[in-house]
């Protein structure tokens, strides 16, 4: 076996471990001064990758949760986990989402997730340009809920908190399909005047006060309330001038290009998220959830609640809501980072259609470290603030009328005494039964073609 050679990077804390921990002195300096080694024969890109990672560690550590948490370990390793997946969120936006003119779907799920990217979801990405056209073939799955959306600006969420801004969208009422489920969306700046059935046009231009913005992104938002019964569609793209014909070949300066993109999405994007995370932390008071409220561009339609909650080893948090009629309803828990929590063999979301009912019509949800012995308990997986997001999307309206919104979700904090007596008249889940729950779980995840 070749034995790697070590290097040593100035500014990480040891020769040879990027992920070595900062000292206290270097933690709160103002800016990562790192002297990185210069080797001529290492590509310009690839060094650039290797200083945004570092940029990005050293941002993560400043964010002030982890500074002045009672469990750094913990919060440390959670920020790792989450670097990692903006890490490969970078290297797709670099190398998969770079090239509109030869655009393909990139998928989004826990490997390379952002944003507490909706267990619920399937997602796809795709790069294009303005002036371009472009057509996506589909076939309709069975999910309860679609979104397509065409946006301008920088990809992801970046230090201004601003994600690509809406130029045209449809969601799943406005979609033509064939009979046999097939469809296709063609996209451009001009609407053809011979759209037949299974035919559709989204606008890649929009005016605004501001000038007229460009569409260079699609989102596709696939939402799934029964993961064993319910099913994705199926999603191609191609531009039409480009059709046939073969992508370049790679160059080094294709590659460094491909590096650099990837580079500036990872640093832009964990500075929004941290900075996004630390105004909810303002704005939102602990241990409570927001009354509902409509989420803000890019989701239409969409109402949420939130909270974040101090988890103990000697209380719960129990949330009530009321059923609605929503396409899609569901409940989530997340850390501070917003990394979704490992949601494939550990419950820590339910939809609606997943969830146990009382008799009363409502849905009752139990967060707390144990197992509390109920259906619905959503497991915080460790973290020691649980971020909790609830969405409802499809709301049923009359047109041309805003949806209402849901009824405001209820909040209580209890030991696990008064837990007891609150869900007295509940029936119990025994451990044998939460492990066959989980082991259903595992399962649907897992099954194709949903593969969370």
């Given at each position: 076996?070749?034995?790697?050679?070590?290097?040593?990077?100035?500014?990480t804390?040891?020769?040879?471990?990027?992920?070595?921990?900062?000292t206290?002195?270097?933690?709160?300096?103002?800016?990562?001064?790192?002297?990185?080694?210069?080797?001529?024969?290492?590509p310009?890109?690839?060094?650039?990758f290797?200083?945004?990672?570092?940029?990005a560690?050293?941002?993560?550590?400043?964010?002030?949760?982890?500074?002045y948490?009672?469990?750094?370990?913990?919060?440390?390793?959670?920020?790792?986990?989450?670097?990692?997946?903006?890490?490969?969120?970078?290297?797709?936006?670099?190398f998969?989402l770079?090239?509109?003119?030869?655009p393909?779907?990139?998928?989004?799920d826990?490997?390379?997730?952002f944003?507490?990217?909706?267990?619920?979801?399937?997602?796809?990405?795709?790069?294009?340009?303005?002036?371009?056209?472009?057509?996506?073939?589909?076939?309709?799955?069975?999910?309860a809920?679609?979104?397509i959306?065409?946006?301008?600006?920088?990809?992801?969420?970046?230090?201004?908190?601003?994600?690509?801004?809406?130029?045209?969208?449809?969601?799943?009422?406005?979609?033509?399909?064939?009979?046999?489920?097939?469809?296709?969306?063609?996209?451009?700046?001009?609407?053809?005047?011979d759209?037949?059935?299974?035919?559709?046009?989204?606008?890649n231009?929009?005016?605004?006060?501001?000038?007229?913005?460009?569409?260079?992104?699609i989102?596709?938002?696939?939402?799934?309330m029964?993961?064993?019964?319910?099913?994705?569609?199926?999603?191609?793209?191609?531009?039409?001038d480009?059709?046939?014909?073969?992508?370049?070949?790679?160059?080094p300066?294709l590659?460094?290009?491909?590096?650099?993109?990837?580079?500036?999405?990872?640093?832009?994007?964990?500075?929004?998220?941290?900075?996004?995370?630390?105004?909810?932390?303002?704005?939102?008071?602990?241990?409570?959830?927001?009354?509902?409220?409509?989420?803000?561009?890019g989701?239409?339609?969409?109402?949420?609640?939130?909270?974040?909650?101090?988890?103990?080893e000697?209380?719960?948090?129990?949330?009530?809501?009321?059923?609605?009629?929503?396409?899609?309803?569901?409940i989530?828990?997340?850390?501070?980072?917003f990394?979704?929590?490992?949601?494939?063999?550990?419950?820590t979301?339910l939809?609606?259609?997943?969830?146990?009912?009382?008799?009363?019509?409502?849905?009752?949800?139990?967060?707390?470290?144990k197992?509390?012995?109920?259906?619905?308990w959503?497991?915080?997986?460790?973290?020691?603030?649980?971020?909790?997001?609830?969405?409802?999307?499809?709301?049923p309206?009359?047109?041309?009328?805003e949806?209402?919104?849901?009824?405001?979700?209820?909040?209580e904090?209890?030991?696990?005494?008064?837990?007891?007596?609150?869900?007295?008249?509940e029936?119990?889940?025994?451990?044998?039964?939460r492990?066959a729950?989980?082991a259903?779980?595992?399962?649907?995840?897992?099954k194709?073609?949903?593969?969370?």
């Amino acid at each position: 076996m070749t034995e790697i050679p070590k290097v040593t990077i100035h500014g990480t804390g040891k020769s040879g471990d990027l992920f070595a921990p900062f000292t206290p002195h270097q933690s709160r300096m103002k800016n990562a001064l790192i002297d990185w080694p210069q080797d001529p024969a290492t590509p310009v890109g690839s060094q650039r990758f290797a200083l945004a990672i570092e940029q990005a560690r050293h941002t993560m550590s400043m964010a002030p949760w982890l500074q002045y948490s009672a469990n750094p370990e913990l919060e440390q390793a959670a920020a790792e986990r989450q670097l990692k997946h903006q890490i490969a969120a970078a290297l797709d936006q670099g190398f998969v989402l770079h090239d509109p003119s030869f655009p393909e779907f990139s998928r989004l799920d826990k490997h390379n997730q952002f944003g507490l990217v909706n267990p619920d979801n399937l997602y796809f990405l795709a790069s294009i340009e303005t002036p371009g056209t472009y057509l996506i073939h589909g076939k309709r799955g069975t999910s309860a809920d679609l979104q397509i959306q065409v946006g301008a600006g920088d990809p992801g969420f970046n230090e201004d908190l601003t994600s690509p801004i809406p130029v045209s969208e449809m969601d799943r009422g406005d979609l033509s399909v064939k009979r046999n489920g097939e469809f296709t969306i063609l996209i451009s700046d001009t609407e053809p005047c011979d759209l037949k059935t299974g035919e559709n046009w989204l606008c890649n231009t929009k005016s605004t006060p501001k000038g007229k913005l460009c569409a260079n992104s699609i989102l596709i938002r696939e939402s799934l309330m029964d993961w064993d019964t319910e099913t994705g569609g199926t999603w191609r793209i191609e531009r039409l001038d480009t059709v046939g014909k073969p992508n370049p070949l790679p160059t080094p300066e294709l590659v460094d290009l491909q590096y650099d993109r990837a580079a500036r999405y990872l640093t832009g994007s964990v500075r929004g998220w941290i900075k996004f995370v630390e105004q909810l932390r303002v704005t939102l008071p602990a241990n409570h959830i927001s009354p509902t409220r409509k989420t803000g561009q890019g989701l239409p339609g969409q109402f949420n609640s939130a909270g974040h909650f101090q988890m103990r080893e000697d209380t719960a948090i129990l949330i009530t809501v009321d059923a609605s009629d929503a396409r899609y309803q569901g409940i989530q828990l997340g850390d501070l980072w917003f990394n979704a929590l490992d949601f494939r063999r550990r419950q820590t979301s339910l939809t609606t259609k997943q969830a146990y009912q009382s008799k009363d019509g409502k849905y009752r949800f139990v967060i707390s470290a144990k197992d509390p012995g109920f259906e619905n308990w959503l497991d915080p997986a460790g973290a020691s603030t649980a971020f909790v997001f609830m969405r409802w999307q499809g709301i049923p309206h009359r047109p041309g009328e805003e949806p209402k919104a849901p009824n405001n979700p209820e909040r209580e904090i209890l030991t696990f005494d008064q837990l007891g007596e609150r869900l007295k008249c509940e029936p119990d889940f025994t451990p044998e039964q939460r492990q066959a729950q989980l082991a259903a779980r595992h399962a649907s995840a897992m099954k194709i073609p949903r593969g969370f």
